[in-house]
């Protein structure tokens, strides 16, 4: 018997469970997914099987050839992991198929009620399965490091529109009131790829491989601010080679998703706030679509690698937008990311256990260990890596890298053999012992110096000195150095500095959510009365556990604001996603009482 994750019981010495022929009918009404998933193994299987569940109701287990009834049994219920449903297979079993219900509770899963949408007419339904739930929409292998293909029938209500991480393969009338739609996913994905959005929804085309997915009413706003798509896929195919997975298709969810995006293959989700009307959020469409190399194609083999999937990622965004958009642009970004970096490191400044890149999880959630540190300090080791043997080498490493791993999933250790190969001194010449296995930041890490970067720093700086900067300073600022000279500021100002600077830009009336949400967590701090109502609407409608976090954590250092953040979530969290909710919760419990 042999586990590799901590988080699954998937056992590599058991059948491999290769394909799913998934029969999925979507009920609003009573928020379950009712499914009949057929799992094909790659030759004949027989003997125990684990797989994981969690708050799935398993109907029947069955021979998928004969119907013949197979053993099954299900564990208590772990609690990170679920329960793990044991199976005993008769020698022989190409295919056995489980008829099982989900829980409106599935955490993998939103039941949004019409009023959380655009159109208000219609409820919807997504699902975010990364990191380990997928196992609360279907029994499966749910470590990384078993990849599967499916295909799958999705029965929704008339009038509604199933997408998911998958090429379509047609739509019909299925029954009175109902309607089924076809999918496909030819390429072996991890299931935390496996991905379902249903609602009222609208295509538009913006390249002959690019299509957004919106609500109706949202469609020509979003088909709008991503039309740079394939600009950014052409970069990275020059980065990372060709685009593999067919289409890059998005949808854009309603506000609860609680994330800015996930890479679901072929299928990016992706949160409504980056719906800021002048395309300065779409960074977040280049790193998903990123992950079409750095994580699909090649995945981390568990939780305890998700360096591997983000940091590269987060190098290989600032690449693009490097190469599209100058340094100038890319410094900036390394700038906000530095910041985000330092906050992860102060959150977790009691538990530096996750401040390592290789982390080891064994007993922790790995939505609990979720911080900017794989992201920026894993971002921070692939530039040292790349600037210790030149960007030309390091550009050939990649490609080679990808081509060697390809539609696999691999550990730290893995990656460290590799490039130890390629270039025999480089770990131990920029101290890789300290990136990966001490907590922190390491003393080496690569500088990202701009003369913008300087300039805006030391405007903040000025504040702290008492001064303002003058007012032409300030107005024409871009986006992202907005963003910039806000983090660089004091967490509290006075009142009479928090009028002025929302008089001079109207920072609580803004769209942009990443300038609205780094002001209001000055504003929510200095205690600004005029920023609470806005903030109000922001925590009541928006699920990004990115914005809520700064948002309750700036609330709680006021007693006005501890107030409205507890009558908030009391009104708006049985809307949020459950994550979301235990974003907010674990902030509030913080609180001084
Ligand atoms: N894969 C992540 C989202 C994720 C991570 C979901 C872990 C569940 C568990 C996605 O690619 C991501 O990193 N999104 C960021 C985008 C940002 C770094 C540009 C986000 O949501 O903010
Ligand atoms: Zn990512």
Sequence with gaps: MSRTDPHSYFDDAQPRCRHWRLRLNV????????????????????????????????????????????????????????????????????????????????????????????????????SQCQAIHARTLLPCQDSAAARITYEAEVSVPEGMTAVMSAGPQGDAPAGPGRHSFKFRMPQPIPSYLFALAVGELAGQDI??????????????????????????????????????????????????????????????????????????????VAHELAHSWTGNLVSNATAEHFWLNEGFTVWAERRILRALRGDEAASLAWAIGQKDLEGSLERFRDKPELTVLRTHLEGVDPDDAFSSVPYEKGARLVTALER????????????????????????????????????????????????????????????????????????????RNGRRPAESQLTGLRPAELVVFLQALPRELSAADCAWLDGLLGLTGRGNYEILVHWLGIALASGYAPAFPRARQVLSTVGRMKYLRPLYQALGRTVEGRKLAREVFAEASPGYHSLSRRVAVSVMEQYPS
């Excluded at 299509?211 to 950014?232: G, H, L, M, S, Y």
């Excluded at 990372?240 to 998703?257: A, E, H, N, T």
Aim: glycine residues 6%; hydrophobic residues 45%.
């Design 388 to 463: 210790a043997v030149g960007e030309t080498e390091f550009a050939r490493f990649v490609r080679d890298y990808m081509g060697r791993f390809r539609f696999q999933s691999i550990t730290t250790e893995q990656f460290c053999e590799f490039l130890q190969e390629r270039f025999p001194v480089l770990l131990a010449k920029i101290n890789a012992d300290a990136w990966l296995n001490q907590p922190g930041l390491p003393a080496n890490a690569p500088r990202f110096v701009s003369s913008r970067l300087d300039e805006l720093t030391a405007l903040a700086e000025l504040w």
């Design 207 to 284: 390249s002959p491989r690019c299509r957004v997915w919106a609500e109706p009413a949202a469609i020509a706003k979003a088909a709008w601010e991503f039309a740079d798509t394939e600009t950014f896929i052409i970069k990275a195919e020059e980065l990372f080679g060709p685009y593999d997975w067919d289409r890059f298709d998005m949808l854009v969810l309603p506000p609860s998703f609680p994330f800015g995006g996930m890479e679901n293959p072929r299928m990016t989700f992706l949160t409504p706030t980056l719906l800021a009307g002048d395309r300065s959020l779409v960074d977040v």
């Design 27 to 126: 009920d609003f009404a009573r928020k379950v997914i009712s499914g009949e998933a057929a799992i094909d193994f790659a030759g004949e299987a027989g003997g125990i099987l684990d797989l994981d569940t969690k708050t799935l109701d398993i109907q029947r287990v069955f021979v998928t050839a004969t119907g013949a009834d197979v053993p099954w049994e299900l564990a208590d219920e772990q609690p990170i992991l679920g329960r793990r449903l044991r199976l005993r297979l008769p020698a022989g079993t190409k295919s056995v198929s489980i008829a099982y219900d989900t829980s409106p509770e599935a955490v993998g899963l939103q039941w949004l009620e019409p009023a959380q949408t655009e159109g208000k007419r219609l409820p919807f339904l997504f």
